[in-house]
């Protein structure tokens, strides 16, 4: 089956032609970071408009760059949540005016069950049951993958996501936006012990990066907002430590103790070059298989949106015109439908 998959949950606009769930055919992303870094982050009124101006431009190059027309797609897969919800209106409308004036089905797809099913559009795809770990700019959840849409929640952030630790820092240390990027460019050969931070909740499932954060405020309090410029990368190659460090070491951790030698990592933060060394390194040493789909597929695209819409329309399932969009919608209940 052939499906167009369309992303606009956030501040990227993108879409994507996907032949039968793993075939990435193409793969266009319009990124409104420019726009948004004066702002230091996305401001959601600004996102709205420029994913209007973006979106028909992108599914175009979409089309072209698979060399397919509208005529030859069989179905459309579209964000429904969670995300910005003028941002997701602005997708779904789309989306759902090329189905009314082709005659196509279309299906609205969990933004996090994208994440996680853009390793079946690698060369590393895994065999169920498998652990995945989604870590991007809004979520931080461990679930427990046993087939299509069958999730279970083991654990989440209790406050911060740990994208949104890496932009906060990056804020507070003026290093531009989005943090993440910046941070992982500036740690790689820096010093991960330079300063020691916390590691929060070490005993539990969940999450907590909001400490992390105090702490790095506090030690720039501490040194009177006088930090030299060759000091900045050591901080942030220990900040990140930090968060990598909680990241590998839980969600092994929940390998093991549920007896599944199987991890996806996935999401923005998937991208860090630290996390994906540690993942791998780590996972070796506890006889797990990690699976992290290549950069570009962690960071927000269209064609994990195509490949999750793929499996739903070919299990019959057809959304109506008034479908909405949802900006706050967990996994496990998009999972129940
Ligand atoms: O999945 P994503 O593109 O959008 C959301 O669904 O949130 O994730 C964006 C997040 C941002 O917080 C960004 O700073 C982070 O992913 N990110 C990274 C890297 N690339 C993107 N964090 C750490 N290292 C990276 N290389
Ligand atoms: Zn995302």
């Given amino acids: 089956m052939l499906v167009l998959g369309i992303e606009s949950s956030c501040d990227e606009t993108a879409a994507a032609v996907v032949r039968d769930g793993e075939e990435m055919l193409s793969n266009v992303i319009a990124s409104q970071i420019d726009v948004h870094r004066e702002y230091g982050g996305v401001v959601p009124e600004i996102a709205s408009r420029k994913h209007i ?30 995300g910005l919800i003028g941002s997701l209106l602005v997708g779904l409308s789309v989306a759902k005016s090329i189905a009314l004036a082709r005659n196509l089905p279309f299906v609205g797809v969990n933004h996090l069950e994208g994440h996680i099913n853009a390793i079946f ?74 300063v020691h931070f916390p ?3 070490k005993d539990s499932r969940d999450f907590s ?9 506090n030690y720039i309090k501490k040194r009177d907002d006088r930090l030299e410029d060759e000091e900045v990368p050591h901080i942030v ?21 549920t007896s599944v030698n199987r991890v996806v990592v996935s999401g923005g933060v998937a991208a860090n070059g630290r996390l994906r060394t540690r993942f791998l390194e780590c996972a070796r040493e506890k006889d797990i298989a990690v699976h992290i789909p290549p950069p570009v597929l962690c960071t927000d695209n269209a064609a994990m949106i195509a490949a999750v819409g793929e499996h739903l329309l ?20 998009a999972a129940l439908r």
């Fill in 209 to 217: 990066f909001s400490g992390l954060k105090t702490s790095l405020l």
């Fill in 199 to 201: 590691r929060s909740m």
């Fill in 237 to 257: 190659a220990s900040y990140q430590e930090a968060i990598v460090d909680v990241l590998v070491e839980k969600t092994l951790r929940v390998a093991q103790e």
């Fill in 121 to 194: 559009l690698s060369d590393d795809k895994p065999d169920f049951p498998f652990i995945a770990l989604v870590v991007s700019g809004g979520h931080t959840s461990i679930y427990q993958v046993k087939g299509f849409g069958n999730v279970t929640i083991m654990g989440q952030t209790r406050d911060d996501a740990a994208g949104e630790a890496f932009d906060k820092a990056a804020k507070m240390l003026d290093l531009g936006y989005p943090g993440g990027v910046v941070i992982d460019r500036l740690a790689r050969q820096s010093n991960i012990s330079y």
């Fill in 53 to 82: 101006e973006a979106i028909m431009p992108v599914i175009m190059q979409a089309l072209s760059d698979a060399s397919v027309s509208l005529d030859d797609i069989e179905g459309i897969a579209v964000t429904r949540g969670p």
């Fill in 314 to 333: 070919m299990g019959g399932l057809r959304d109506s015109y008034d479908l909405n969009a949802i900006s706050r919608w967990p996994l496990e209940m």
